[in-house]
Every structure is written in structure tokens, then in C-alpha cells.
């Protein structure tokens, strides 16, 4: 394993220990993730933790399911105790990107019903400014092309997402563009211009969300906060 690998299983590992019997969880979806699914399945078999979450993603359920971490229809949920994710990019205001998995809209929806959002992310993400991260948009494919124009307005060459040769297509059946803003210095501005074209599902900015961000590095790890 290398060291990245092992610093995502630090982290992944280390954010479930803020999980406690009783909670209702939402589960994100990334490489980060799948040490935290697999951890906690460890948990409710070894302690007999007794939580229920939420998938943010076809592939999380898949890991919950091959863990032993029990699931709940998110209908009958109203609201979740925590949910925790991995991240592409974090600012020093833990402003985030995130999307690199294309989950981000499911992401999004289980975050905001969270009553606190921890991140969990290897040291490199951490960065002064989002945008060297292309951001992750998602979009409804009809007329997909004329809303990444719209979106190229904004400062961006938007490019449709593929996956081995063929177009991504996300959980929800629409596609992904990523745009190379390269600096985003007002995260929130720019989200709220881009959920206004019509044809945008969700950006990849997550902006006032993270309560807590683990960062793992050198073998450790630190806990920020706002
Ligand atoms: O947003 C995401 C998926 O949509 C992931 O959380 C993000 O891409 C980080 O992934 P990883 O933990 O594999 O580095």
C-alpha cells in the first residue's frame, strides 16, 4: 500500500470513531470512504455498534453491504445524527470540491441532512485557493452542450466526464463536466451563479458545510474546525 493509500485508511478510520450507538449516518463515497465503511462495519460486528446509514452512492452501498454496515431507506429518515465524506480540494475556511467520484449530488443531498458533516482527507488536498481541481458539475444530458456554455461564461473550458472511453454517467443518470476554473477565489458567488443555469443539478462546491475536517499527514492526524 502506498503511502497516500495509507493515509486515506488513517483517516477513514479515524473519523469513525466519532460514531456512536443510535446514529443515523450518511456515508459519502471515495477511496477515503471505503476505509471508513469498512471500519465501521467493524465495529458493528466486533462492539455491536448499533447505527444505521445512508449511501450517498450505488458503489457505498455495495461496501456497506460487504462490511455488515446496516442501511436505511433515506425516505425514512428525516434527518441524519452525521454524515462523513472524503474531498477533492479544502480551503483554510473549509470551503471544499468535491465531485471527483461524480457522486457529488447524492453527496450533497446527505450532507445537508446531516447535523454535522466531517471530511476526511489526505494532506494534499488541503489548498490555499479551490480550482486547480477541476470542479465537477453536474448536469441534465439534454442539451447538455448548451449549458456548458453557459458554463464556460463563468471562466471555464467545461469537458463532458468520461469513464473507460464511454460518457459518465452518474447515479442519478446525468453527466458530469469539469471545469478548470484554476483560482476560485469567491467559492459561494460562483455557486450560486452556476445552480442558476438552467440544466445544472449540483456543483461541486461545498460551501458552509464542513464542521469538522480530519487531515491526515506524516502518520497523523489533525482536526480542524471552524
Ligand atoms: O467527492 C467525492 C466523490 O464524488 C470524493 O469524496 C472525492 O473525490 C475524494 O475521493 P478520494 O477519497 O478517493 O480521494
Not at 449511501?55 to 425514512?76: H, I, M, R, Y
Not at 465524506?85 to 443531498?109: M, T, Y
Amino acid at each position: 500500500m502506498g503511502q497516500v493509500d495509507e493515509t486515506k485508511q488513517l483517516v477513514g478510520e479515524e473519523v469513525v470513531k466519532y460514531i456512536k450507538d443510535g446514529m443515523k449516518v450518511g456515508l459519502g463515497y471515495g477511496s477515503t470512504m471505503y476505509y471508513a465503511v469498512k471500519k465501521l462495519g467493524e465495529r458493528v460486528k466486533e462492539e455491536g455498534l448499533n447505527i444505521v446509514g445512508v449511501p450517498s452512492a450505488n458503489k457505498t452501498a455495495e461496501w456497506a453491504k460487504e462490511f455488515g454496515v446496516p442501511l436505511t431507506d433515506f425516505s425514512k429518515v428525516q434527518e441524519l445524527d452525521i454524515a462523513i465524506d472524503g474531498a477533492d480540494e479544502v480551503d483554510s475556511n473549509l470551503q471544499l470540491i468535491k465531485g471527483g467520484g461524480g457522486a457529488l449530488f447524492r453527496e450533497k443531498v446527505v450532507a445537508a441532512a446531516a447535523k454535522e458533516f466531517y471530511v476526511i482527507v489526505d494532506g494534499s488536498k488541503i489548498v490555499n485557493h479551490l480550482g486547480a481541481f477541476k470542479l465537477p458539475i453536474e448536469v441534465v444530458p439534454f442539451g447538455w452542450e448548451v449549458t456548458a456554455s453557459k458554463i464556460a461564461k463563468f471562466g471555464c473550458e467545461p469537458v463532458l466526464r468520461e469513464k473507460d472511453g464511454e460518457v459518465f454517467i452518474s447515479d442519478n443518470g446525468n453527466y458530469i463536466l469539469d471545469c478548470n476554473f484554476q483560482k476560485i477565489t469567491e467559492p459561494e458567488k460562483l455557486h450560486n451563479e452556476l445552480i442558476g443555469i438552467v440544466g445544472v443539478v449540483e456543483t461541486g462546491l461545498f460551501v458552509n458545510m464542513a464542521d469538522k475536517v480530519l487531515v491526515g499527514k506524516d502518520g497523523k492526524v489533525e482536526v480542524v474546525e471552524k
